[in-house]
């Protein structure tokens, strides 16, 4: 025995190798020897990505890589070569760019794990070529910017589910130990019925390169650079950000919002021109209801200099919660459990993928996603939107006959898109006068 370890660490180390082993056979019978992973979007989060799913277990390699951006790909490879070198499978030859990489990377047989990590404007796509192509599939948050987006999703889960694939999504909540027990407690009755909760993403401006535009750049290159803006890609901020906590919401409720009614609008943000600065608000407060009539409020502001809070609290007839990352407070007691949510979600995705136990996040990330669309659309329209007749069209008798009206379908994604097409910007939305989207016939 090794002299350094003690007899409880000599037995955890005795688990933990038969673990591995008994999760290789899984791996085995599937015919790979190794998680290798294949990233899609090497950005700030898909970076991090990498380094979070090589932490989450030893038999973790990255075969291969793709950005939009050439330049943005090969340095991802040499950075990870050059600190991890012995992990990396991933050669020129298997590092992609442009609009079309994606599908060069899914194509190669030795990827089993695709991470997405691109604007969430592109995920929908994505998510269907990766099932399409027999990936397990670690995905970002949102998954969609619009209703076509939500629809194809959802189908994808459902094809994901029946070819046995694993697909874990990046609402690392759900994958962070103090809300999990905070959940677990609030289901097993601690704060009685739910009646009400908040849920707040209150934030600062994020960042934009408003001022680079070069003159060679054309609209798609531009949007592409300054994503977060265009509501093609981003979704706006209630759908790419506050996604997390409505997700919350609906995890703490075990159901999605019946309707939402809402407003928002673009108090701070530059409202110049839509083709330089972007079309999407900097405020929302939204009213869910759920259910039996439990009604959430939820307030989402990307504005300097007030104040910040990032968190969410339910009421129930026996009790309250108040959580943020960190703190998980129940009946005013905080519960102090530590947590690595970004590995975390790694682990629980290889660990299915190993043991072949199910895993597919993909149908509950589409239901928040779509929760956070319905609130923007609610705010844009300064309609109540009901949650069906968004997502499956408002059903109608018309002369005895079923006729489906489907007048909030929204579908943003310019196709066929190239990067050197003109892409005249939307107008920022005018409250009341906004009506969806969708591709001329
Ligand atoms: N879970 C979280 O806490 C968290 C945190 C940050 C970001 N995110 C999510 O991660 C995603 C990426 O965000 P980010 O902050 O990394 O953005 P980013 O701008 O830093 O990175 C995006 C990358 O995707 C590349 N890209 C764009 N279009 C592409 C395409 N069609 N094919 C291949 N590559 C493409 C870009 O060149 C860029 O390198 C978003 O969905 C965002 O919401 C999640």
Redesign the pocket.
């Known amino acids: 025995m090794n002299p350094t370890l003690d007899r409880r660490d000599f037995l955890t180390a005795g688990t933990a190798a038969a673990g591995t082993l008994a999760f290789s056979a899984g791996l085995y019978a599937q015919g790979m020897s190794s998680i290798n992973v294949g990233i ?7 970076s991090g990505a990498l380094r979070d799913v090589l932490d989450a277990d030893p038999e973790v390699k990255i075969a291969a890589i ?4 050439e330049g ?1 790909a090969k340095s991802t490879l040499r950075a990870l070569k050059n600190k991890q070198a012995d992990r990396v499978m991933a050669t020129e030859e298997t590092t992609f760019h442009g ?1 079309e ?2 599908k060069k990377l899914l194509a190669l047989p030795q990827v089993n794990y695709v991470i997405l ?4 404007g ?1 995920r929908p796509d994505h998510l269907e070529a990766a099932v399409e192509a027999g990936k397990h599939i670690f995905t ?3 998954v969609a910017v619009d209703v076509a987006g939500v629809r194809k999703c959802l189908d994808v889960a459902r094809r994901a589910r029946d070819k046995g694939l694993k697909i874990a999504a ?1 609402t ?1 909540r759900r994958h962070e130990a103090g809300y999990i027990e905070i959940m677990k407690r609030i289901h097993n009755g601690e704060i009685g019925d739910i009646l009400a909760g908040r849920v707040y993403w209150n934030g600062t401006t994020p960042w934009n390169h408003w001022d680079k535009r070069r003159p060679e750049m054309s609209d798609v290159e531009y949007q ?1 650079f300054n ?1 977060y803006h265009f509501l093609w890609l981003s979704g706006d901020h209630i759908v ?1 950000q506050h996604i997390h906590n409505i997700d919350v919401a609906n995890w703490a409720l075990r159901a999605n919002p019946i309707e939402v009614t809402g407003m928002g609008g673009r108090s701070n943000r530059i409202a110049g021109d839509p083709n330089l600065h972007g079309n999407i608000f900097d405020h929302f407060a939204v009213e869910l209801t759920y259910p039996g009539g439990v009604v959430i409020q939820s307030y989402c502001r990307q504005i300097d200099g007030c104040e910040n809070n990032v968190s969410e609290a339910f009421v129930g007839t026996k009790g309250k919660t108040r959580t943020t990352s960190g703190s998980y407070i129940i009946n005013g007691k905080d519960l102090d459990i530590p947590s690595r949510p970004y590995v975390q979600e790694h682990i629980d995705l290889v660990r299915a993928i190993k043991e072949n136990k199910p895993l597919n996040e993909l149908e509950q990330v589409t239901y928040s996603t779509f929760a956070a669309i319905l609130g923007r659309m609610a705010a844009y329209s300064g309609q109540r939107l009901k949650w069906d007749e968004v997502l499956y069209g408002i059903k109608k008798k018309v002369k005895g006959e079923e006729v489906v009206d489907d007048r909030w379908f929204e579908d943003t994604m310019p196709r066929p898109l190239t990067l050197d097409m003109k892409l005249p910007a939307d107008p920022v939305p005018v409250v009341g006068r906004w009506r969806p989207k969708r591709p001329k016939a």
């Open positions: 899609i979007g090497c950005g700030g989060r898909g793709c950005d939009l951006n943005r609009l990489g994606y990590a691109t604007p969430p592109f970002e948050k949102p990046g690392q592409l994503w790419e």
